[in-house]
């Protein structure tokens, strides 16, 4: 059974840090990249950063480069997003999901194996 797991969101101060964790299983981790999403109230899904498991190649969109950092443990089959100079436009409910590769123009439906989503929330 393919599932995928993400857990470390929460209430937190602008400027303030989390980490977010996608653990997946079911499926071959290093044949896939998983991407992290979010999606604010009222907003389409948009694409915040992705890696790929088997050459740890990653990429950012626009507005977290510099703020947000993804990582692999690959012996976990997890990956980590870690969230630094965190903003009030951030708060969304945050996804993981697994892919044959990243999609550049982050299209969702390239995507075969969602989570469920943990909420984040800055507080200004």
């Known amino acids: 059974e393919v599932q995928v797991v993400e857990s470390g969101g929460g209430l937190v101060q602008a400027g303030g840090s989390l980490r977010l964790s996608c653990a997946a299983s079911?499926?071959?981790?290093?044949?896939?990249?998983i991407g992290w999403f979010r999606q604010a109230p009222g907003k389409e899904r948009a694409g915040v950063s992705c890696?790929?498991?088997?050459?740890?190649?990653?990429y950012y969109a626009d507005s977290v480069k510099g703020r947000f950092t993804i990582s692999s443990d690959n012996a976990k089959n997890t990956v980590y997003l870690q969230m630094n100079s965190l903003k009030p436009e951030d708060t969304a409910v945050y996804y993981c999901?697994?892919?044959?590769?990243?999609?550049?123009?982050?299209?969702?439906?390239?995507?075969?194996?969602w989570g469920q989503g943990t909420q984040v929330t800055v507080s200004s």
């Open positions: 079911g499926f071959t981790f290093d044949d896939y990249a």
């Open positions: 890696i790929t498991s088997s050459d740890g190649n990653t």
């Open positions: 999901a697994a892919a044959p590769w990243c999609d550049s123009s982050w299209y969702p439906g390239a995507y075969d194996y």
